[in-house]
């Protein structure tokens, strides 16, 4: 469940209904922003593909798994979008030749898509190449991106965000103050910190107040070691 977060909400909405094809959200291990991205999509409705990257993932895996998603097989596929994928192991994916033909087929279908990338940082730092291409799909058919990551992305640069409008970044902090407080409305009867003590204590991280509201403790031990571990 998401505690406030109104105004994050609305900067997704407006992303969406700008001309960007990208939003990139950052943010630390547990401030809660898969779970904003996910229960944005829920109330929007909006239809989408959601890959959420592992440690071991590479751009191949992301690549197959947006085939799939597409209903590119063996025997459908009348852009031979297949043949960009390596023959053998330690081959590089063809990612120009993915580019052109990804391009063809979602022109040529008319597919309007949504593709969540979660924890983009599990990728390695060769994938942002292939992360670049998918830019430039979304800039000639209307493939969107909504990326999201503990760290900046370097795929972009100043000039996608501000001259060109290609991305649009939304940095996810603590919960603030009021929204604390509204939150803390929702716990069992019993002596609770203030919000001002909280956020002073934890300043707002969402992971912390779930261990508060279950345990009763202000600063959780789980709290400490999750930080420590991410």
């Not at 939150?183 to 992971?207: C, D, M, Q, R």
Request: charged share 25%.
């Amino acid at each position: 469940q998401v505690h406030g977060r109104k105004n994050e909400s609305e900067k997704l909405d407006k992303w969406y209904n700008s001309i960007s094809p990208c939003m990139v959200v950052t943010g630390i291990a547990g401030i809660g922003k898969s779970t904003l991205c996910a229960e944005w999509l829920t109330q929007k409705k909006h239809d989408c593909v959601w890959y959420p990257c592992q440690p071991w993932d590479t751009e191949l895996g992301v690549t197959i798994s947006l085939l799939h998603a597409l209903g590119i097989r063996e025997n459908k596929d009348q852009f031979h979008l297949i043949e960009t994928l390596p023959l053998s192991p330690g081959q590089p994916l063809e990612i120009d030749m993915l580019r052109r033909r990804l391009i063809e087929y979602l022109n040529a279908n008319n597919i309007k898509l949504l593709f969540v990338l979660d924890d983009v940082h599990n990728l390695p730092k060769t994938a942002m190449k292939f992360i670049g291409a998918l830019l430039q799909i979304t800039q000639k058919t209307k493939l969107r991106l909504l990326l999201i990551s503990r760290k900046e992305l370097d795929f972009y640069d100043r000039r996608d965000v501000h001259t060109r409008k290609q991305v649009t970044e939304l940095s996810l902090l603590g919960l603030t103050i009021e929204e604390l407080d509204s939150w803390l409305n929702y716990f069992s009867k019993g002596e609770v910190p203030s919000a001002e003590e909280i956020h002073s204590v934890t300043g707002g991280h969402p992971l912390a107040v779930e261990l508060l509201e279950i345990y009763g403790q202000t600063v959780h031990g789980d709290w400490l070691r999750f930080l420590d571990e991410e």
